[in-house]
């Protein structure tokens, strides 16, 4: 059944076939988020440099944000660019953290290509009843679900690190049987945003706890397995950022070392937001903070797509390895 709008009339893809492939080739599926016309260039320009395939990712409020109308044309917009430049990398569209079955149900039906409903927070069962709605609704049309189980907390939150916030390795496989989900986020120790960790000066970040992961992938073997909060927190833009008038004290995120690692396992979707947010922050402080008679956003956008471009594909290429498999 084809809803009004359907994603292959805008030229974008299910995550199927990406997933699939990033499992046997052993790399991840870059998943990042946009909000604006130049984080999405940024993101779209970066792919094509690298030449691996993409996860366009819209929040709840990231599509208010933008408009739900605007951000379809948007993204039809990239299609359309790649094919102009003659690129031809493979666009997948996707709702991020959808919390209801109206929500995931209204972005299907206004062309997006996979959607995740994110039940994370509910009992068990009433987790599996929600995304086997969402499931059943999308799998009618073609489109691909992600499903979450376990919870990634904030650092603010003072049990953040405690073992019941991860994810239950003898829970997946009945999650995944019921639900009917085309992948699972799951949580082994990352969390969102720029304050992943609470450590003192010269200590080092926890390792991600890749023992759990190791577990899910036994109970669900050959299964797309997705790393949430997974930004690193660019020190670079950290610095550049309190050094020009920013206060970000303490951040820290994942090392590119640990995320490597994570990408040539059952890992398939590697979801990074915070690190674009930064990019652009550090780059526009820097401008403003020299050029502060400076008014025309061509003149700090402009650097910081320039700077999301050398990000992504940085990413790309030397962290989930997806650069050159488009
Ligand atoms: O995981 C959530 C994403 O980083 C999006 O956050 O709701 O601020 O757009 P947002
Ligand atoms: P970060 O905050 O680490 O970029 O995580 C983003 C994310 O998981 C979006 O769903
Ligand atoms: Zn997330």
């Known amino acids: 059944m084809k809803p009004a709008i359907h994603y292959t009339d805008l030229g974008l893809v299910n995550t199927n076939e990406m997933f699939q492939k990033a499992l046997e080739g052993k790399y991840a599926i870059p998943a990042y988020n946009f909000n604006n016309l130049e984080q999405l260039q940024g993101i779209i320009m970066g792919c094509i440099e690298s030449r691996s395939p993409v996860i366009l990712q819209v929040s709840g409020n990231a599509r208010k944000y933008a408009n739900p109308t605007m951000l379809r044309y948007m993204a039809m917009g990239a299609v359309q660019m790649v094919k102009a430049e003659g690129a031809g990398i493979p666009i997948a569209l996707h709702l991020d953290h959808g919390d209801s079955f109206e929500l995931a149900k209204s972005c299907i039906d206004s062309g997006f290509s996979s959607v995740m409903l994110d039940g994370s927070h509910l009992p068990f069962d009433d987790n599996i009843d929600l995304t086997k709605r969402v499931v059943d609704y999308a799998h009618e049309r073609e489109v691909s679900v992600e499903g979450e189980l376990g919870v990634l907390a904030g650092v603010e939150d003072d049990v953040s690190h405690e073992v019941s916030h991860y994810t239950k390795p003898e829970e997946v496989e009945e999650f995944v049987a019921r639900s009917g989900v085309d992948s699972l986020a799951i949580s082994i120790g990352t969390s969102h945003g720029a304050y992943k960790f609470k450590i003192k000066p010269g200590e080092q970040v926890p390792p991600l706890r890749f023992d759990i992961l190791e577990e899910v992938a036994i109970k669900v073997p050959g299964f797309p397995i997705v790393l949430h909060g997974a930004s690193t927190v660019v020190p670079e833009y950290v610095r550049m950022i309190n050094n020009f008038g920013g206060k970000l004290e303490d951040a820290v995120g994942i090392p ?49 797509r320039e700077e999301l471009i050398k990000m992504v594909t940085h990413k790309n290429e030397r962290v989930l390895g997806s650069a050159g498999r488009a």
């Not at 947010?277 to 650097?303: C, H, M, Q, S, W």
């Open 256 to 304: 590119e070392e640990q995320l490597r690692k994570a990408a040539a396992s059952a890992v398939c979707k590697i979801n990074i937001d915070s690190d674009g947010r930064l990019a652009l922050t550090a780059v526009i402080r820097k401008i403003f903070a020299e050029n502060p008679t400076e008014f025309d956003p061509r003149k700090y956008l402009g650097p910081a």
